[in-house]
């Protein structure tokens, strides 16, 4: 299967907002790995590692977040492939 990684970095209102945990059951639905957690900034950092579909999913999600949410913007950053299993909110 091939793999890919993407770091996000989202901004907007997004902390306080149920994001993180709601993040993390959409991972774990679509079967990528990988971690969330809040910036010093007010941002949300996540780091998503699958499939190319799940993981353009897990992307596409972001840009809207749960329903208390407002996402102003959305980073994309392609990383190398680490081997991360499960996910978790740090």
């Known amino acids: ?3 890919q990684r993407r770091r996000v970095i989202v901004t907007g209102r997004v902390q306080n907002v ?3 945990d709601t993040c993390r059951s959409e991972a774990l639905a ?6 969330v957690h809040n910036g010093a900034d007010g941002s949300v950092e996540a780091v998503f590692e699958g499939s190319a579909p799940a993981v353009e999913q897990m992307i ?3 840009r809207s977040g749960p ?6 913007n959305v980073e994309v ?3 190398a492939v680490k081997g991360e299993s499960g996910f978790v909110v740090r």
Request: some cysteine; charged content about 40%; aromatic content about 16%.
């Open 1 to 3: 299967m091939d793999r």
């Open 18 to 20: 149920w994001y993180r």
């Open 30 to 35: 679509r079967d990528v790995a990988g971690w």
């Open 60 to 62: 596409s999600w972001c």
């Open 67 to 72: 329903p208390r949410a407002r996402v102003d």
């Open 77 to 79: 950053i392609l990383e």
